[in-house]
Nanobody, 118 residues
Framework: QVRLVESGGGLVQPGGSLRLSCAAS???????????MAWYRQAPGNERELVAD???????NCADSVKGRFTISKDNAKNTVYLQMNSLKPEDTAVYYC?????????WGQGTQVTVSS
């Protein structure tokens, strides 16, 4: 069982930055043994979409819509995954979810709201 708790969302003006955090617990062997972790987002009326992901061997990817603006990173010592979001746009407004996939199951956090508005 993996528990994920997101934080760091809020209201920011266009062009601003936010850093989301996802604290993982319940995995005695640590974050670096979780094969796959990702950030998703869901805006009202839209399907949940992949924003960025990271594998345990260090491979990361970002969706085309956020490439060059968002960065996913991990701190294994803190069991935390981050999403650094720069140059935010109104279309980035959504609930952002952390996701972890082990060999047996997938786990979601409760989500954190990001609103980009002037």
């Amino acid at each position: 069982q993996v528990r994920l708790v997101e934080s760091g969302g809020g209201l920011v003006q266009p062009g601003g930055s936010l850093r989301l955090s996802c604290a993982a617990s319940g995995r005695p062997s640590g974050l670096n043994t979780i094969p796959y972790m990702a950030w998703y987002r869901q805006a009202p009326g839209n399907e949940r979409e992949l924003v960025a992901d990271s594998t345990s061997d260090g491979v990361t990817n970002c969706a085309d819509s956020v490439k060059g603006r968002f960065t996913i990173s991990k701190d294994n010592a803190k069991n935390t995954v981050y999403l650094q979001m720069n140059s935010l746009k109104p279309e980035d407004t959504a609930v952002y979810y952390c996701y972890a996939r082990t060999m047996v199951s997938g786990y979601w956090g409760q989500g954190t709201q990001v609103t980009v508005s002037s």
